[in-house]
């Protein structure tokens, strides 16, 4: 399930109207755009920062396409305004692999084939990245639940399901290797 | 060598003949002893990196230097004629470099169409189009240009007679090509007359949206009068075809390319507007355009399964034999020039009976036109057959598997053909195992507000495909190799089912083939992606290019090593010589020491079998629980069994079969365009409100396969599954919910709301609900 986070905040000093700066931190580097204060996160990853694994398709918060993280939360992109999210750890799919080193959820999706045209499923994967990281024992309803606000039109959900179980256990295998330091 | 052959094709219900040419000898089919290594395993999409990592790039991901953002105007107005235009304001608004309207583009059209015409025909038909520097202006500019409209009288129904039979929705007649489409077999009314028993309902079926996630749309850039065009298709060379007509340009100065897509279902297999339009503001303002259209503009223009109304009339003796079926179909196919397909088709084929009598009325309206939307036609109209025969085994106290057996057909009862395979009756055999269908299966009650209910339904599609395809297969100096096609992947996982095509020729693992699909440029002719027949089509041409590829190789290294060809194999990049265990040199050993000589194999798709009919068959099996309080269905498990020959890839497969399902689910439950009768404007144009099926709306779903090749619909034993397990849903669901509450709906989707207001209004006696 995706929401919006409470602790974000509108900055107390007014800014705008026309373009001003903002500074995000995004996948872990710094960007200093010159937008609108009411360009969306949406618009100003795909567009400022040509990071277009974020998806467009409704622009309304009703498919989660362009599901990211926020401070390790899931959130619909287009709801947020990019202003918003100064100060804040945004994280897009593009921050989820490094190079050819794929996340253990991006792996599953490819073994269990949990997606047809891909179109949903960097939102699938951000949704199913803020629930794993938050409880690494999901039940299939909590599973179920977390990519309810992601619509797959292709319909790939039970594929989907399987690919986040999937990736539950490796993110377990692969926090009781660090605990045990083996 | 190539050669000309013609050959009769079936596609989307149709069946047509055509010439086509191939390429030299078809290879044996693989039958079901073949030893194959790669084909019939689950393999992981070949492209799956690309798509999990947000690096594959969509055509609504293109942004080249200098691009603009293109916006549409509208019609407000079901119907309108432009009285006055005045596009000056946002012609020197800042930032916008183009304006396009039926004042500077009159000589272009579309579809024997202007391409902006003075009459509007449903809202949100193009009135004029623009392109700015970025979206935001495009958007405000958008907004200056002034119209002044007469708006005309209009009609949305089909069944609005007082309108339709008095003026016309556009210029010409109301029906489409000026009347019914007639078919007829035996003689229905005597086969009516030797019936024990009629039964006959009018049933309605709703207008569904595709809403492919990625909307429709495109990105043009002009070299000099090069154009190169990116669009979201389902057919690459269809949209090359209506450019090329439109520009009066030689193929060979249009690019279209489309390697990732977000989504067809069937909206995107025909060209549109926008790619036109992007080719025409990109022209005016000498710089690339992306026009990709919003939600709201995908729900208007860009097509939706035809609404309709179907009186069907079965008549059968006591022993459950069909004597007689009778459909009168009127289908609402929107403006312009669109035609209802195939309505009739599980009437005509699903069961064999003598006497079969229908027609169908393709009416206009002044609502967005239809497009085929997955499985058309046989869609909607399996479901008022396979209602209306669990009504019939109802009357006859039969079970519905029964029923069905009973009217069993084993060739085509139109072209008296019989089939290349069918497997239909084992696909009822295991679903019914499976679900554990019990013959007059009582109703379960969980508890006071619960009912549960058991249903099925049959279902059959085409999918056999047929020539023309072509395809190549290139060997690297290294050993690996690469497909290359004119296809495209719409989802379905093209790229990863031709990669084990080649490998299992090639003695190559899938991924050591590079799959190169969608561009015009670079790559022979390939067919649109639709009627579930990209693998069967593209798929034996693959494998024949893969072979000629091979040949070649083993000529070559027969050569160099001085023993004969055919003493040669190749496995894994490895040479062995007949007779000789261990592997004698590697292919680059060979290849590198001959000038990097490139080996291009050639292979295209040989004629169809003319004397056999080639089909797929399915059947479903649904368990729902009604929540009689609430009027709640839960779909607790569908369970469908498809017969479509060899499975290539089981993972890509499965995943079809269960889209198609959730679809259905979707079609037959809560999916529903609203057009209000008042504006004739439509309500839902959004994802919020037109509900598409979640994650938490379908219980267990189970697709399985009988997996028998079929030698003679081609080469590797192949048919399509892309469709068909979406058209039995939405009965197998309709037939679940009879067998718990006792009501017998007659329109989709089957509402919360309709089952309260039925069950109020029957209480426990049930009855039909319309």
Request: proline fraction near 5%.
């Amino acid at each position: 399930m995706t929401s919006t986070p409470k602790k974000l905040q509108l900055q107390d000093n007014v800014r705008g109207p026309g373009k001003v700066h903002v500074e995000l931190n995004v996948n872990g580097s710094s960007y200093r755009l010159e937008i609108e204060p009411r360009r969306t996160l949406l618009d100003a990853l795909r567009y400022d920062l040509n990071m277009t694994g974020s998806k467009k398709v409704c622009d309304m918060g009703e498919c989660g396409a362009c599901t990211i993280l926020i401070d390790g939360k899931a959130v619909y992109s287009c709801l947020t305004l990019a202003i918003e999210c100064e100060g804040h750890q945004i994280l897009t799919i593009e921050g989820v692999s490094t190079g050819s080193n794929l996340d253990p959820i991006q792996q599953a999706f490819i073994q269990e084939d949990a997606f047809q045209c891909g179109f949903c499923t960097s939102g699938q994967i951000m949704s199913i990245k803020g629930l794993l990281d938050a409880n690494p024992e999901p039940t299939p309803d909590e599973i179920r639940r977390a990519v309810s606000g992601n619509i797959c039109r292709c319909g790939a959900y039970p594929h989907i399901f399987r690919a986040a179980a999937v990736a539950a256990e490796t993110y377990r295998e692969q926090r009781s290797t660090k605990k045990t330091g083996r | 060598m190539a050669k000309l052959v013609k050959s009769k094709v079936e596609w989307e219900g149709h069946v047509f003949e055509r010439s086509s040419v191939t390429e030299g000898e078809e290879p044996e089919a693989w039958t079901a002893g073949s030893t194959l290594k790669v084909v019939g395993k689950g393999q992981p999409r070949i492209d799956g990196p690309e798509r999990v990592s947000g690096r594959a790039k969509y055509t609504s991901d293109i942004q080249l230097p200098g691009m603009l953002y293109a916006q549409i105007l509208r019609s407000p107005h079901p119907r309108a004629r432009i009285k006055h235009l005045d596009v000056n304001k946002a012609i020197v608004f800042p930032g916008v470099r183009a304006v396009l309207s039926h004042i500077n583009v009159p000589n272009i059209s579309f579809d024997n169409e202007p391409l902006f015409g003075e009459e509007l025909r449903f809202a949100g038909d193009e009135v004029a189009a623009l392109a700015a520097d970025n979206d935001d202006i495009a958007c405000e500019a958008l907004k200056l240009i002034e119209v002044e409209y007469e708006v005309l009288p209009f009609v949305v129904d089909a069944e609005d007679h007082e309108f339709l039979d008095n003026q016309n929705a556009q210029i010409g007649e109301n029906l489409t090509l000026g009347k019914p489409v007639i078919y007829k077999r035996g003689d229905h009314s005597k086969g009516f007359r030797e019936a024990d028993v009629i039964v006959e309902e009018t049933f309605h079926t709703q207008s569904a949206m595709h809403n492919c996630l990625e909307t429709h749309g495109a990105v043009a850039v002009w070299n000099g009068d090069e154009l190169t065009v990116w669009e979201s298709t389902q057919s690459i060379f269809h949209v090359q075809e209506e450019l090329t007509d439109v520009f009066h340009l030689p193929l060979n100065k249009i690019r279209v390319i489309c390697e990732y897509m977000g989504g067809g279902f069937g909206s995107k297999q025909s060209t549109g507007k926008w790619s036109i339009i992007a080719a025409l503001l990109a022209r005016e303002a000498n710089r690339p355009v992306q026009l990709m259209l919003d939600r709201l503009e995908e729900n208007l223009g860009t097509g939706n399964r035809a609404p309709t109304v179907q009186h069907l009339k079965l008549g059968a003796k006591s022993d459950g034999t069909l004597t007689a079926i009778e459909l009168q179909a009127t289908v609402n196919v929107g403006a312009y020039g669109s035609v209802g397909r195939a309505v009739d088709g599980p009437c005509q084929v699903m069961y064999a009976c003598p006497n079969v009598h229908t027609e169908v009325r393709s009416v206009f309206t002044n609502t967005g036109p239809q497009r085929s939307f997955r499985g058309p036609g046989y869609v909607e109209g399996a479901f008022p057959l396979e209602s209306l025969m669990d009504e019939l085994a109802r009357r006859l106290k039969m079970d519905p598997l029964d029923i069905r057996m009973r009217n069993y057909a084993v060739g085509d009862s139109r072209t008296g053909q019989k089939y290349s395979a069918k497997n239909l009756d084992k696909c009822y055999q295991n679903g019914a195992e499976a679900i554990g269908w019990v013959k007059g299966q009582s109703v379960s009650r969980k508890d006071a507000t619960k009912v549960r209910g058991f249903g099925m339904a049959s279902q059959t599609w085409g999918g056999g495909g047929g020539p023309p395809a072509f395809a190549w297969v290139k060997l690297n100096t290294d050993g690996t190799a690469e497909v290359i096609t004119g296809s495209q992947d719409i989802g379905t996982g093209t790229r990863t089912v031709f990669a084990q095509i080649a490998a299992e020729e090639l003695g190559l693992e899938p991924d050591q083939i590079g799959v190169r699909i969608g561009d015009t440029a670079h790559a022979p002719y390939d067919p649109v992606s639709w009627g579930s027949m990209t693998v069967s089509s593209v798929g034996p041409a693959v494998r024949q290019a893969a072979i000629d590829a091979r040949k070649q190789l083993n000529e070559i290294i027969g050569g160099f090593l001085n023993v004969p060809a055919d003493k040669v194999l190749v496995q894994e990049g490895k040479i062995y010589l007949a007779g000789e265990e261990k592997p004698h040199a590697s292919i680059n050993d060979v290849l590198g020491q001959i000038g990097n000589f490139t080996i291009l194999g050639k292979g295209a798709r040989g004629p169809n079998n003319p004397e056999l009919a080639v089909r797929t068959f399915g059947a479903q099996f649904a368990e729902v629980e009604v929540n009689t309080l609430t009027g709640e269905v839960n779909v607790l498990r569908l369970i469908t069994v498809h017969d479509c020959g060899r499975i290539i890839n089981h993972l890509g497969a499965s995943n079809q079969g269960e889209g198609a399902i959730i679809q259905g689910i979707g079609y037959a439950l809560t999916e529903e365009r609203i057009t209000d009768k008042a504006t004739g404007i439509i309500l839902n144009t959004n994802l919020e409100d037109y509900m598409v099926p979640t994650a938490l709306d379908f219980g267990d779903i189970d697709c399985a396969f009988i997996n028998d090749p079929d030698v003679i619909a081609n080469n590797l034993g192949v048919k399509g599954i892309g469709e068909s397990a979406l058209i039995p849903t939405a009965p197998a669901i309709a037939n679940a919910i009879a067998q718990a509450i006792g009501i017998r709906f007659l329109s989709l989707p089957i509402t919360r709301a309709k089952i309260v207001e039925a069950l109020q209004k029957t209480g426990n006696a049930g009855g039909v609900f319309p």
